[in-house]
């Protein structure tokens, strides 16, 4: 835990450094002992000892120590339970000496850590789990969700969530899956599902799916973080490198979605004075490395062409400067090279401000309204559209509908806000 988020009450230290070390200390404990299902439980042992231990005895100099610490001795507990603690130690560096001065210095392991985390991405992205289970098994590994907050994300119940990411670390268990980063063939066929994966733990901290807040800031650097060692790990692709400009833009605009009583703020409506300009310039770099690739003949994707629509709002200092039809182009072919309802309802919105509400709006019937399924995109999007064409009343209702579809506080207050506006609107004109 840095200085700067370094608190004194045992409650707030505890939440804290679980947030910012779980990852880490899962993927650590996974290279010592090999089982990922193991070491998530030595981790939550160690965080139950924390409950437990620093509200009487205070929080520890080092609290990220302190719970690798804790969550090492609890391994050599169970092992020597499990009868097998010579060839365990062995494993995790005992030397035969002491127990404690055969363990790795966890000086000497900060060098390892990093890896630890993206290996720890790539385990749970392993082929023999479905693309279902990688999403949920990152979430909880990597991303520290807890598993009512993955259930709910998924629209599943807990109990069916619970058991999708039991059966997923029993299936690496029985597949044998090796805690190494893949080479060769191989880490090119994880690499599309290991994306994918980041950029989901991405938006559930950009927008998140429940609770309070609208943002989960968090879980978005951890994402941003694993990107950019995807990056060091593949520089030659191009997607690689587009999905770290994408979420380095995306993140630059974090610091500007919250007014000062934490009500979100929509992206035109934003002061741009408080966008990351450090963040931009680190997303355009990555993006000009990846059209230096695709100049050279290497294939683009999605991300490539989602961080080349952010790279236009990034590049326009006011709202008014922003190239919508530029936008509108490149959301058309995303269309084509990776259609969804997604990408759909996004065009929507471009070509509602490139030509017109009407334009949007004919792209947004044209998918359906049960396209995705309950979300509250759909609505909102609409009643946006509406609103813009000056059809107040069915702007309201298409608020209104959104802001009961959705299971986030600040966005359904959002969307509240807007419905009453629009039927204000209404009311003034009669």
């Not at 990922?36 to 437990?52: F, H, R, S, Y």
């Not at 499990?82 to 560096?93: N, S, T, W």
């Amino acid at each position: 835990m840095s200085a700067e988020t370094r608190t004194d009450d045992p409650s707030e230290a505890i939440i804290a450094a679980w947030r910012a070390e779980s990852a880490r200390l899962v993927g650590a404990l996974t290279r010592m002992t090999r089982d990922v299902e193991l070491a998530e439980d030595l981790a939550q042992d160690a965080l139950v000892a924390a409950l437990e231990q620093w509200p009487a005895a205070g929080v520890p100099e080092n609290p990220s120590a302190w719970l690798m610490t804790t969550a090492k001795r609890r391994g050599i507990d169970h092992f020597r339970r499990a009868d097998v603690l010579r060839r365990k130690v062995a494993e995790i560096g005992h030397a035969g000496g002491g127990e404690e001065e055969g363990m790795p210095d966890l000086d000497a392991q900060l060098d390892h850590i990093e890896d630890d985390v993206l290996r720890l991405v790539f385990l749970a992205c392993h082929p023999s789990l479905t693309s279902e289970s990688r999403a949920a098994l990152t979430l909880r590994l990597v991303g520290g969700l807890t598993t009512a907050e993955i259930a709910r994300g998924f629209l599943v119940a807990e109990s069916a969530m619970g058991q999708r990411i039991s059966r997923a670390k029993k299936t690496l268990a029985e597949a044998c899956a090796e805690f190494e980063l893949p080479s060769g063939p191989e880490r090119t066929r994880r690499l599309d599902d290991v994306m994918a994966v980041i950029y989901l733990i991405f938006n559930e901290g950009y927008t998140a799916t429940t609770g309070k807040d609208w943002m989960r800031q968090d879980l978005s650097n951890e994402a941003i973080r694993l990107a950019r060692m995807l990056a060091e790990l593949a520089p030659d692709e191009p997607e690689v490198l587009g999905l770290q400009a994408l979420l380095e833009l995306q993140a630059s605009r974090m610091g500007a979605r919250l007014d000062e009583s934490g009500a979100p703020v929509l992206l035109e409506a934003q002061d741009r004075r408080r966008w990351d300009r450090s963040l931009i310039r680190r997303g355009m770099a990555a993006l000009q490395r990846a059209e230096l690739l695709a100049s050279r003949g290497k294939p683009v994707g999605k991300y490539f062409l989602q961080a080349s629509i952010a790279v236009q709002h990034a590049r326009a200092e006011r709202a008014d400067d922003t190239n919508w039809r530029r936008i509108a182009a490149l959301y058309d072919v995303l269309a084509d090279a990776a259609p969804g309802p997604v990408v759909e309802v996004n065009r929507a919105v471009a070509h509602g401000r490139a030509y017109g509400a009407d334009a949007g709006l004919a792209v947004l019937e044209a998918l359906g309204d049960g396209a995705l399924g309950d979300s509250p995109l759909v609505p909102s999007v609409r009643g946006d559209l509406l609103e813009r064409a000056g059809r107040h009343g069915p702007a309201s209702q298409a608020f209104a509908e959104a802001a009961a579809r959705t299971r986030n506080e600040s966005e359904r207050a959002l969307l509240h806000r807007r419905a009453q506006l629009n039927l204000e609107r209404v009311s003034k004109s009669r």
